[in-house]
């Protein structure tokens, strides 16, 4: 493919679908949270502020994708959408996609796991019986981490990397794209290492935001740091967001 060579229009298009269900993502997510904090009367975006955080993060990238793939679209008798504009609509969906996993999935998998640690306890079984069922929680919570946190590493790392390898564009125009999303990919580390220092300094933890901002890199590993023990959540006073 030569380095002129543009984008056909149903590919512009069908990343503009992919977006959409984003954007339906991020609200349903916000809806579940600021239900979940009603139903345990606290305020839901403390409770849940390292999810609510990757959410505005991820909300504002796929605006910004969906603007830049509307941009590229040229409209004609041959439809196409201009190439240097796709690859920067492409690397901020991937990001948007990957806040998408941190913001919402995080909290569906610790739920799941502490349902699972509940309900032995619920009904009261035979001390044998509820440590092999906390084995088998544990066991398919470990699985899903892996399984999300698979996913999330290749929306972030390996779709970009050969997204850049296999689009038709000057090398040089690859280091460049490669090095803005590199650049974009710090800061978006930097901003969601701020909601679990916040947290942990709330409850007297000795972490430093650097440390957090490492961590970053490898993001499922604080999902459970992050997400809220719902085991502990008592109700109090309903509260507004």
Known sequence: MSPSTD??????????????????????????????????????????LTSFVPITIGFALTLAALLVFLLSQRLGARGACEIWSFCCGELLMYLALAQTLSGCLQNFVIAIVSVLRIKPQELALAPDVAREVGGLSEGLFSLLLLATGVVWAGIIYAAPVLFLLRIGIPRRGRWLLGAAYLLLLLAVFWISAFPYQIKARSVGK?????GYFVSQFWQPALWVEGAPDFQTLAPSKPSDP
């Open 206 to 210: 000795p972490r430093t935001l650097g």
């Open 7 to 48: 984008i056909d229009l149903n590919v512009g298009r069908s990343r503009l679908s992919i977006l959409s269900i984003a954007l339906a993502l991020f609200l349903f997510g916000t809806g579940v949270f600021v239900s979940l904090g009603q139903h345990y009367e606290v305020r839901p975006v403390w409770v849940f």
